[in-house]
């Protein structure tokens, strides 16, 4: 019945009623593929789709800017390396490090500011455990300072605070910090920090029996340790019957507190 109000409802109906049924081989069979063959026709659709995948990619995996250690993926160790600006240095082995992707060719320090005080940058930078190395403990918790543990806080304070630095990264301790090697330039030359500590006689090559890390970099550093050792640099500098490794008094304290912990 056609619409009463509809001046077009009975021409609709003959146009509907004198269509035919196309199946579905006929209407792929009246498809125009010669239009899809031209590659000026869908290589932009592909370009653009592309560029906008692998933008998103690099972003992703280089551009985008780490906020703390739980949030270095776990595929990024022994594979990638952070590029950023050390804000503060604990102890004499570690440091923290802002992140700063693509370093000042995308702005950093010019148009884009690096915070300055704590409070700014508080949960916003990556705590870094030098590979490798072993500096003197200091005063925590109670426990007395090694022999040299300031001098080692001292020296690698004047050398990295302040300053940009790449760190090759390795994997997360169970104090949530990123142990890598770390390079600085001083003088327009690139120095691995954690070797410069060994020459200076600052700290001993990572003794732990399980979990050292050293990027292939091992002999290297026990060459440095055993030169500043021949040459009584630092902490060598004592009579070797006095001499206790940072490893060593880690191992004492920790046995002469034991029986505390478990009387309380």
Known sequence: MPWPFSSDSGKDDK??????SVSWADSLNGTDWQHYKDPRNWLPTVLVTTTALVSLQLYRSYLRRIPGAIHVQPSFFRKRSLFGKVTSVGDGDNFHLFH???GRM????????????????RGKTIPVR???VDAPEGAHFGRPAQPFSTDA?????DYVLGRRVRAKIYKRDQ???IVATVFVRRFLIRRDVGLEMLKRGLATTYEAKSGAEFGGLEEKYK???AKAKAKKRGIWGGKPEHFESPREYKTRVNAEEAPSKTGS
């Open 175 to 177: 104090y949530d910090r």
């Open 100 to 102: 700063t992707p693509g």
């Open 153 to 157: 806080l001292a020296w690698l304070t």
């Open 223 to 225: 060459a440095a340790e």
């Open 130 to 132: 030098l590979a490798g």
């Open 15 to 20: 146009d509907r009623s004198g269509r035919r």
């Open 106 to 121: 995308l702005g950093w320090g010019w148009l884009r500011r690096v915070p300055e005080k704590k409070a700014e940058l």
